[in-house]
């Protein structure tokens, strides 16, 4: 079992910069891809980005490329979410979620654990 705690949403305007924490504990953090996904009202969940267990692989969607950076710090056991240049499209619910799964999916379903979401809102 892997506990995931997100943190550092909020609101900005657009423009602005966040960056989101997801704190792990639990089974052995270094051996999960992780990734993040949002959610906004009335939409499916979206996948943002993803990082292999070693940090040496990213993933990105396109909306998110070139502005969004996902990082993590085995050490810490947590994982970050660092989004620049934030626009009013990129409200939702952000969830942390792991897998140990040892490849790339950027579909929710493969994901077997989840945090409890962290809410940032971007005004225009």
């Known amino acids: 079992q892997v506990q995931l705690v997100e943190s550092g949403g909020g609101l900005v305007q657009a423009g602005g910069s966040l960056r989101l924490s997801c704190a792990a504990s639990?089974?052995?953090?270094?051996?999960?891809?992780m990734a993040w996904f949002r959610q906004a009202p009335g939409k499916e969940r979206e996948f943002v980005a993803a990082?292999?267990?070693?940090?040496?692989?990213?993933y990105y969607a396109d909306s998110v490329k070139g502005r969004f950076t996902i990082s993590r710090d085995n050490a810490k056991n947590t994982v970050y979410l660092q989004m620049n240049t934030l626009k009013p499209e990129d409200t939702a619910v952000y969830y942390c979620?792991?897998?140990?799964?040892?490849?790339?999916?950027?579909?929710?379903?493969?994901?077997?654990?989840w945090g409890q979401g962290t809410q940032v809102t971007v005004s225009s």
């Open positions: 979620a792991a897998t140990d799964h040892t490849y790339y999916s950027g579909s929710y379903r493969d994901y077997d654990y």
């Open positions: 639990g089974r052995t953090f270094s051996s999960y891809f």
């Open positions: 990082i292999s267990w070693s940090g040496g692989s990213t």
